[in-house]
């Protein structure tokens, strides 16, 4: 384990971050793998010289980071490393797995054809649907080396894909299918991103403790300019991390509009 005490970076820090960086040294490079047992706390006490209270806040810390999960009157263990995902990319779950070097999995949980009934279905805004029109309905549980990592929810219009659930839809990916049998795989996508509390079923498919959070991600997708797709997916907020880049706006245009109509209204 790193000496905390020798490491000139960690000097000027308080005595709880330089024991939690110690750790987190130790769980990055691969000393503690996932799910081993961290030290216990007396352990920790002895090793690094400090009040029990110290500790506790260098392993809150790891915790509250998703380094670490705690198990009670057992210990706290290493956490699954996130999975680190772009959101300027449109990906399929097993096209971005793959990418990432993990096996992806499914496992079928529902498939059927329904007739949107409701006036308030976020169905008739989404995919420019009319009351009565029916769309093909997928639940499945995406899995990445084995452990279940996200819910996914997805509603297709019957009309563009006729006959969507005689595909091997158990052992091919919904944008694989869409693409090789339809050539309608979506090429740009809206999503809005909401922290969501999970029930007891959603939390037991995700293998998590309830209550327990996810982060729920909506999505409609495109292909040629039309929407194809509707999808809910529950992401596993422990083992899942989004990374964004953004830019400046430029403002150069809306100052310019600004003064044009200013000058308008004199």
Known sequence: MQDFATTRIYRELPVYIQITEALRHDIIKGELPPHSRLPSELELMRKFGVARATIRRALAKLQDDGLTYSRRAVGSFVAEPKVDQDLDQL??????????????????????????????????????????????????????????????????????????????????????????????????????????????????????????????ITRTGYAKGAPVEYALDYYRGDRTKFRARLGAINQTPLVEADRIRTLGER
């Not at 420019?128 to 029916?134: N, P």
């Not at 659930?165 to 090429?187: C, N, Q, T, W």
């Open 91 to 216: 990906f399929s779950f097993t096209e971005f797995m793959a990418y990432r070097g993990m096996k992806p999995g499914s496992q079928l949980l529902d498939a059927e054809i329904q007739q949107v009934t409701s006036v308030n279905s976020p169905l008739l805004v989404a995919l420019r649907l009319s009351v009565g029109e029916k769309v093909i309905f997928i639940r499945r549980l995406r899995t990445s080396n084995g452990q279940p990592m996200v819910i996914a929810t997805t509603y297709l219009p019957e009309r563009l894909f006729p006959d969507f659930l005689a595909r091997d839809i158990e052992h091919k990916s919904v944008y694989e299918i869409m693409d090789e049998s339809y050539g309608l795989k979506p090429d740009d996508a809206s999503q809005t991103f909401e922290a969501v509390m999970l029930d007891d079923d959603e939390a037991q498919l995700l293998t998590v403790l309830s209550p327990a959070t996810a982060l729920l």
